[in-house]
């Protein structure tokens, strides 16, 4: 969405597939870091986007067993915006193709999913669609793969990612948010259990971190024993533990890492999740698709607009996102082996793990991890003119 939004307000016409009929659904990855933000502020869209409902997160606190660390502080960051906003992820699709319709260029297609490739001379032209349940063709000069990743544009292009995996699974459940409770977003590390907090206003969005692969194991030992282990991790939520009734209240978030090698193909290229799933640590998924969307508009809306797209210039968006979404998946890997694997197999007392312990001791070095959680390593800056 966001790239057919920038190629359309760049002149190029620009098609965008859903397969839903709306955006309404549990996406849960809602937080828009301060690198979104800023590409936001750059657009001119910055203040009338702030108007839709979000929460700002502008510190996150770590309980490791019994002792407090912050984590990150993100008001020292050099953007309008130091902090995140939690806010729905169907508000943020409504928004972008609201704009999107200012540009004559821009379209977007409900219930319209990708089924395949058009292929002529070993070149992707266009896509097989079913839309309204019509079986259509869609040609183009360039077909962009962001469906996931469980991209069916990636698995009909034969392109097929490198697996590095992850320790880890997430449940995710809704508590109600009292106006007594804190307003902080933060985790709790225990001996064997990870639970994190996501402030959204009126309830609480929870991800009750679990060994890779034990999610049945856990719900077949039955909701009670869940709740008796959230109200050790969180004391406060015991009053409204009723509200977790079922183990079908806890949505399963099977984790992934991995990247394609090769993001294109000639007349195709994977961008976001379909390219590179990365961690839900530090919530910054959907904040590299977009500055993927970003490198590319940048990068192609000029070939595209003057009809000489080449793949050199496919390779390009490649090599510029390559770094910064290979730094961003190694310091996941890293995070996810020295503090989240540890707590999971822990059984004795939990202390911080010595990056934690670190940046906390010098809290300057804060900093560090607020930027690279909130800016990305390589942030991109609207390069593209309105038309």
Sequence with gaps: MMLGFLLARAGVKAVVLEKHGDFLRDF???????????????????????????????????LFGEERVLMADFSHLPVRTPYIAMMPQWDFLDFLAAQGKR??????????????LLEEGGRVVGVRATIEGKAEEIRADLVVGADGRHSTVREAAGLHPIVIGA??????????????????????????????????????????????????????????????????LMPFLADRMGELATVDD????????????KWWKPGLLCIGDAAHTMSPLGG???????????????????????????????QAVQERRRWPVRATQAIQVFLQDRIIAPALANTGPLRPPWPVRLFNALPFLRRIPARVMGMGVQPEHVKTKAA
């Design 284 to 314: 910054v998924g959907i904040n590299i698709a977009v500055q993927d969307a970003v490198a590319a508009a940048n990068i192609l809306a000029g070939p595209l607009k003057e009809g000489r797209l080449k793949d050199s210039d496919l």
């Design 28 to 62: 849960r990855g809602d937080t828009v870091h301060p690198s979104t933000l800023n590409v936001m502020d750059e657009l001119g869209l910055l203040d009338e986007f702030l108007k839709l409902p979000h929460q700002k997160v502008s510190r996150i606190n770590g």
């Design 167 to 232: 320790p880890m699974d997430v449940l995710w459940f809704r508590l109600s948010r009292k106006p007594a409770d804190s307003a902080e977003t933060m985790g709790r590390f225990d001996s064997g259990s990870i639970l994190v907090m996501l402030d959204r206003g009126d309830y609480w969005q929870c991800a009750y971190v679990i060994p890779k692969g034990s999610a049945e194991t856990v719900k077949a030992a039955g909701i009670e024993k869940l709740r008796e282990r959230i109200v050790q």
């Design 250 to 261: 806890l949505k399963l978030l099977t984790v992934g890492v991995d990247r394609l090698e």
């Design 103 to 116: 540009f004559a260029g821009f379209t977007a297609l409900m219930k319209a999913e990708a089924t395949g």
